[in-house]
């Protein structure tokens, strides 16, 4: 998939802090604000979602209007909420975009909801590989079989790749 940027605009303070709130809200912290803060933000309008730079890094996204990281700010954050852990076997696999499986989850957040978008971690070093969607709860995610997240964003995809 290729990403087409229609428009870019700097981000007025006042959503700045509703972005940054909403993201606190999601992640239970306030390293967020620290985090971003005296951040210059940019709004990227494509075609499949919104994009967020932060000092010109692709750090958020907006798949469903709401902000949530990329995995370049996954990997700038270290969230320690919404994250799913995969073994070493199932890292090669999504970072090429696959969904990811049940068998190769070590561990997951239990207050992730089927919906919610999580970041996948490698179990290793925690480093962010992709950002998905849930289809079961989190406490549902391991086990024998079948798929549980479906791939939204990985690494060396078009948004890694959009600046």
Not at 11 to 31: A, Y
Not at 66 to 91: C, M, Y
Not at 126 to 133: C, D, F, Q, Y
Request: no cysteine; net charge positive.
């Amino acid at each position: 998939m290729e990403i087409h940027i229609r428009s870019r605009h700097h981000i007025r303070s006042n959503n700045v802090k509703k972005i940054l709130k909403e993201l606190e809200k999601i992640f239970g912290t306030s390293d967020i604000d620290a985090k971003f803060k005296g951040k210059r933000f940019e709004l990227l309008k494509t075609g499949p979602y919104d994009i967020i730079l932060v000092d010109g890094e692709p750090l958020l996204f907006m798949p469903d209007g709401e902000p949530f990281l990329t995995v370049k700010g996954a990997l700038s954050i270290k969230p320690e909420r919404r994250v799913v852990v995969v073994d070493a076997g199932a890292t090669r696999f999504v970072v090429n975009g696959a969904d990811v499986m049940r068998p190769g989850i070590v561990q997951a957040d239990p207050d992730i909801e089927a919906g919610n978008l999580v970041i996948v971690v490698e179990e290793l070093h925690k480093k962010a590989l992709a950002i998905g969607r849930a289809l079961v709860p989190g406490d549902d995610m391991m086990g024998r079989s079948g798929k549980v997240v479906k791939s939204v964003h990985y690494v060396g995809d078009a948004l890694w790749k959009i600046i």
